[in-house]
């Protein structure tokens, strides 16, 4: 069962944007926390931002004042905005839904940071 579909990755130059999006059903978003994670090759799985069910976020010092998490409950959709992209920020990002005995996984999506 696919249960949560991520779009946006790509190529993108230092310092430039990308918008991740990630969908899922209706009962995901009612209950659900959602998270991104990044992994790059070699290195740690790593959570990059986290939201609550009311729109509470959270961020590590790696990627805070440039990316921003948010969600729109009505569209099942969670999104995380990424501004002045640097090449460390190179991984595949995930989306990442988080219950009571349950956690559901995207399928990620590669994000490049390459002049």
């Known amino acids: 069962q696919v249960q949560l579909v991520e779009s946006g990755g790509g190529l993108v130059q230092p310092g430039g944007s990308l918008r991740l999006s990630c969908t899922g059903s209706?009962?995901?978003?009612?209950?659900?926390?959602m998270d991104w994670y990044r992994q790059a090759p070699g290195k740690q799985r790593e959570l990059v931002a986290t939201?609550?069910?009311?729109?509470?976020?959270n961020y590590p010092d790696s990627v805070k004042g440039r990316f921003t998490i948010s969600r729109d409950n009505s569209k099942n959709t969670v999104y995380l905005q990424m501004n002045s992209l640097k090449p460390e920020d190179t991984a595949v990002y995930s989306c990442?839904?988080?219950?009571?005995?349950?956690?559901?996984w995207g399928q990620g999506t590669q994000v490049t940071v390459s002049s």
């Open positions: 209706s009962r995901i978003f009612s209950i659900y926390a």
């Open positions: 939201i609550t069910r009311g729109g509470t976020t």
């Open positions: 990442h839904a988080r219950g009571v005995g349950s956690s559901i």
